[in-house]
């Protein structure tokens, strides 16, 4: 059987697969005395399958200092149609001023697993911020600023996070590594699949993250038809390093939204992406015999997630 004749069977299969690769939100904490005010802002299409949205997403917080927890005296909740954002707001009053503030985020249960939630908050002049996401739900902020040592750890670190767990970007980095057909063309692919990805931050364009979703989802259905029409193709190097600015949109989106250090968080991103090209590289010789029908798994993975990202 010709390979389009399992791409049916393909696209069936990627079904299944989550096609919610890029799920982020930002929060912002005023604290003055014992009380402080919250501000969410959350993709509206991110909320979409909750039934009580304003309860759950306020039951996935809880702000406590010294010990005592926060009471949720205000909220309310409201869409933005000219953003597409959903924004909701509280107050908490808390038994005593508030010194450093414990925060716990469970954003990543309701919503999908690689969420990611960005809160800055801010007290008597000093500013604080804590990532969340499945793997780290809880945060001391202490209102101090960071050593530089603490700052570089932390935003390298951030930057490691993302690109280890971004879905759509580990597809693609199994693709690359599936076009990869020597050493040689292993370390030149990557090298342009890494300058695009930086060229994507320098050039400064800033597109909805439902546009970078669906551009990543399509990266890895591109690559995947060259593997299989265009085996012997040269200057596949050209082709990752115009679909690595597509990647990299991604991580310029979080550098923006977090106000993290471009240079810090790029270098986290790529000394992950170089060690997992490796690893990927090195089990796929092991399966050559296979490689059609994966690259054919990954057109229909790419084409679900580029249709799903585009009608939502």
């Known amino acids: ?3 389009w004749g399992w791409l049916p069977a393909a696209l069936v299969c990627a079904q299944t697969l989550p096609g919610h690769t890029i799920s982020m939100s930002n929060g912002d904490l005023q604290i003055k ?3 402080a005010t919250f501000q969410l ?5 991110e909320i979409t399958h909750l039934q009580d949205p304003e309860r759950q997403l306020f039951d996935s917080f ?7 927890e926060g009471k949720l005296i205000e909220k309310a909740c409201h869409d933005s149609p000219s953003d597409g954002m959903y924004v909701c707001a509280g ?7 508030v010194d450093a503030l414990d925060v716990e985020c469970r954003l990543a249960r309701i919503t999908v697993p690689n969420h990611v939630h960005l809160l800055r908050a801010s007290r008597d002049g000093k500013s604080d911020q804590a990532m969340f996401d499945v793997s780290f739900e809880k945060a001391l902020l202490r209102f101090r600023p960071p050593t530089p040592m603490e700052t570089a750890v932390s935003e390298i670190f951030a930057g490691a996070l993302r690109a280890g767990t971004a879905l759509a970007g580990l597809l693609f980095l199994f693709t690359l590594a599936l076009a990869s057909r020597s050493w040689k063309e292993l370390g030149l692919l990557t090298a342009a699949f890494l300058v695009g990805e930086g060229a994507a931050y320098l050039i400064r364009w800033n597109p ?4 970078v979703e669906a551009a990543m989802g399509l990266t890895v ?7 299989l029409l265009l085996p012997a193709a040269g200057h596949r190097w050209a082709v990752a390093g115009v679909l690595g600015i597509f990647h990299g949109l991604y991580f310029a989106l979080f550098i923006r939204s977090s106000e993290y250090s ?5 270098t986290g991103v790529v000394v992950t992406e170089v060690i997992l090209l490796l690893i990927l590289w090195l089990a796929a010789r092991r399966v050559t015999v296979v490689h059609r029908y994966l690259a054919m798994l990954l057109i229909g993975v790419g084409m679900v997630w580029f249709g799903q990202s585009t009608m939502r």
């Not at 909805?208 to 546009?211: A, D, G, I, L, N």
């Not at 259905?221 to 593997?227: N, P, R, S």
């Not at 471009?262 to 790029?266: C, G, L, N």
């Open 1 to 3: 059987m010709k390979w």
């Open 33 to 35: 005395g014992n009380r």
């Open 41 to 45: 802002r959350m993709p509206a299409y």
């Open 62 to 68: 809880r702000f406590s200092s010294a010990g005592q």
């Open 91 to 97: 107050t908490y009053e808390f038994p005593a001023p």
């Open 208 to 211: 909805s993250p439902r546009f």
């Open 221 to 227: 259905a591109y690559l995947a038809v060259e593997i």
């Open 262 to 266: 471009a240079i810090y968080v790029m």
